[in-house]
C-alpha cells in the first residue's frame, strides 16, 4: 500500500470516528428489500428526487443573476438569455426539470396507486406524497409567476379572480395573494420568497420524511392477485419476505434508479438544448392589451376547464371540486388500507387512473388550441375566400364585407379559417332559415351575443343575405316548413346558382 | 431524588411555559406583518386619478386610457401602470370600465365595429354599455367611480377590480355613479 493510500484512510478514519455516518449510511444502502421490487416500475420515486436536486442546483445557478424586482425581472431574464454565457441553457433545463418533475411525480404515482403501495402500513407516506405533489404545482406556479412576462402577470390576475370568489374573505385573500391593492412589486417579491425559501423548505423536509418512511416500513412488494393485505398479518409476512427472498437494494436494485434517473436527466438536458428556455414572452406591462395570456402546460387543463363551466356552475365548482379531489386523495389510504393490492383485481382503481388520464389529456389538448377564444384579428387577416364571392349578387358581396367589417370571423371560421368559438358557417344556409339566422343575428342566444344595436337594416339584411349562400357543398338549403304549407309552393333557395 | 426530580420537571414546564409566551409574543409583529397588505379596507387603497381632459374624449366613442396606479413603488417598473376603457355618452356622461373581465381577470379589448368588448381568455363579450352579452363572466364589466373635476375627467381607482374587491357594482348598489 503506498502511503498516499495509508494517509487517506487514516484521514478518513479520523473523520468517521468523529461523524460516524458511514456505517449507518452503509447499512442503509445494502438494506435488503424484495427481489420482486427491484423492477423498472419501482424508478419514479428516486428519478424525482434526482429532478428536484437539479433543480435546487439550477436554481441557486439562475438566482445569481436574476433580480426578484416587478421593475427589472423581465430585464434580467432577458439578460439571461442573450448576454450571461449558457443563461439561456441553465434556464431552459430549469423550465424542462420542472416540466419533467410534475410528469415524474404523476406517473409515480399512478405506479403506487395501481400497485396498491398505498395501503397499510405505507398510509402517511401517500398522504405526504399528495403533499409533496401540491408543493411540487407549488413550485411550478410560483416559478410561472417569477418568469415575469405577460402570461405570468394576468395568470396571476387569474389567481386573484380565482380567489376572489372566496366568500366573505375573498378580498383579504386576494390582497394577501398580491400583497397589495394591485400586482406589483410587492406580488413578485412574495412569490419570490414562496419560490426561493418557503415552498422548497417544505419540500424538502416532506420529501425526507416521505423517503424516511419508505426506508423505515421497506419498499412495497410486487402485488400478487389475491394476496390480501391484513393490519394483523401484513408485517410479519413482508419480513418474512425481505428475510428469505431478499437482495440488497444497493447494488441489486439501485443500477435501475440510477440508470433511469441519469436517462431522465439527460433527456431534461436534451429538450433545454433543443428546444430552448421558455419566455420570457412580452413585458410584464398591463397597459398592454394586445395578448392572449396562457397558462403553463401544467396547468393549461384547469384553464381549459374554466372555459366550459356555466356563470352559475363556476363558483361553487372552484370552491368545492378542489377540496374534494385533494381531500379524496389524503382519506383514500385511510379508506381502503386494507385488502386486494394486484391491479388486476381491482377494475374501479384502473378505470379511474384511465379516465383521470383521459380527462387531464383532453383538457390539456384544448388548452394548446384554445377553440374557446375568439381570435382578436381574423377579421382583419383572414380574406373571405374568393369561391364564396364568386357569382354572388352586389346585396351578396356586400353582404360578404359586412361580415368582415363587423368582426363575425373572430368568432365564426369560414373556409377554414377564423374563430372557432361559434358554429363554423360554411354551410350554415343548409342548417338555418333566412329568418333564424336574422333572428340569431339580431337577438344572439346560447353563447352569442345580440349584434341588434351593432348593425342597421341594410347591413343586416345584407349579411343575411351572404349567409344564405353558404350551404358548404350544394346542401340542401334549410327550409322552415310552416311556411311551405302556409305559401302552398317551393320557393327557390337563393344564392348559389345551378 | 424524587424531590429534585420534580423540581427539576416543574423547572422545565416553566421554561415550555415562558417560551411560550415568548412565541406568542413574537406572533403579534409577525402575523401583523404578513397580514397587514391583507387586512386592509379594499376602500382605502382608492383615490381620484385624472385621465385627461373630457374633450380628450369624442362623444359616442370608447377610448383606452392609461394612468399610474396611485399606489405605487418605485420598484414596480412597468405594473404600476393601469389601462381602463373609457366611454364619453355625451356631454358630462361618462362609463368608465377597467380592462379586467370580470371572469377571471384578463384584459379585454373594445371592437368599436361590432360594439363589443371580447376577452382573449374565455371569450367572455360584454356590450357597449359595460353589461355582459356572452361567454363565461357572471357580470358585466367593472366600473370605477368618475367625477368631472374643472375640465378633467378623474376616476377612483388603486385596485385591481376583481369579484371580490370591485370599486363599484353597477348591477343594484348604490356606490355606482348614475
Redesign the interface.
Known sequence: MSKLTQRGIQVYNWIERRVGLAKPVVETAEHPIPASSASWWYVFGSAAVVLLGLQIVTGILLALVYVPSAGEAWNSLQFLNHNITLGWFLRAIHGWGSNFMIAIVLIHMAQVFLFGAYKFPRELTWIVGVLLLLLTLGMAFSGQVLRFDQDAYWGLGIGASIVSRVPVIGALLVHALLGGPIIAGATLSRFFALHVFVIPGILLMSVGLHVWMVLRLGINEWPMPGRLVRKSTYERDYHELTRNNGIPFVPDAAWKDATFAAAITLAVIACAFFFGPFGPSGQPDPTIIQTAPKPDFAFLWIYAVLAFLPPALETPFLLIVPVVIIGSLLLLPLVAGEGEKHWSRRPVAVLMVACIAVTLGVFTRLGTYTPWSPIMDAWTSDPVPVEYIHGRTPLERQGAMVFQGKQCRNCHSIGGLGGLRGPTLDSIAARMTEDQITRQVLQGGGNMPSYGNALNPPETTALVHFLLTLRGQDLTPAVDASRRLTRGTDSPPPGRPH | MNTSNSRRAFLFKLSVLLNSVVGAVLAVPILGY??G????K?SS?DSWVALGSVNDFPEGETR?V?YR?P?????????????CWVRRLSGTQFQVFA??CA???????W?A????F?C????G?Y??DGSR??????RGLFEYKHKISGNQLMVSA???P????EACVRAGRSSCPS
Request: charged share 10%.
Open positions: 404578513i397580514l397588505p391583507a387586512l386592509r379594499s387603497y383606452l392609461d396606479n399606489v405605487t413603488t418605485p420598484w414596480d417598473g412597468q405594473t404600476g401602470g393601469v389601462a380592462i379586467n371572469h377571471l381577470g384578463c384584459p379585454v379589448r371592437f365595429q361590432s360594439k363589443l371580447l382573449p381568455c374565455h371569450g363579450a356590450y357597449a352579452a356572452s361567454g363565461p363572466p357572471p388603486g385596485e385591481m376583481t369579484l371580490a374587491t
